[in-house]
């Protein structure tokens, strides 16, 4: 799986919101982009395609910003990653099924996408959420 740069800022950005989600205050654009690296221009551009997608809500001015309108527990993985993406409902393989052993590796590739996609789909950002308490808990300063 090819995971693009954009799609991974859009996630890391989710993340990020989820983890706010229902405080009241909007996450600055500057905060999210100096946690996690991401240029903030690029960042402005990756919003703006979440807020038209509904998940995030801006507000202007000083102590504006940007926040999760759903909740973390109805947003999954995938459906973040096909705003950024777009839907590909095709599959696109060299492989002909032409042949008896082209078909089985086609049916292979299928099978792999639809797990793949179910997998996507079933990780919503409240389960990541928690995946990223539990790391936090568990690490340590020296």
């Known amino acids: 799986m090819k995971v693009s ?7 890391l950005a989710m993340l990020e919101l989820a983890a706010r989600y ?3 205050e909007p996450v600055r654009i500057k905060t999210i982009a100096d946690e996690h690296g ?3 221009r690029f960042l402005v551009q990756i919003l703006l395609q979440l807020k038209g997608a509904g998940f995030v809500a801006s507000t202007r001015g000083a102590a504006g910003g940007y926040q999760l309108i759903k909740p973390p527990a109805k947003v999954s993985l995938g459906e973040v990653m096909a705003v950024i993406e777009g839907q590909d409902d095709d599959l696109k393989t060299a492989v002909s099924d032409r042949s008896p052993t082209g078909k089985v590796l086609q049916d292979a590739w299928r099978e792999i996408d639809r797990k793949q996609r179910s997998m996507l789909s079933s990780l ?3 389960k990541l959420i928690e995946r990223v308490r539990h790391q ?3 690490m340590y300063y020296i």
């Open 5 to 11: 740069a954009k799609a991974e800022y859009a996630c």
């Open 38 to 40: 991401i240029p903030a």
């Open 124 to 126: 919503t950002y409240d």
């Open 136 to 138: 936090q808990e568990m």
């Open 22 to 24: 229902g405080s009241g």
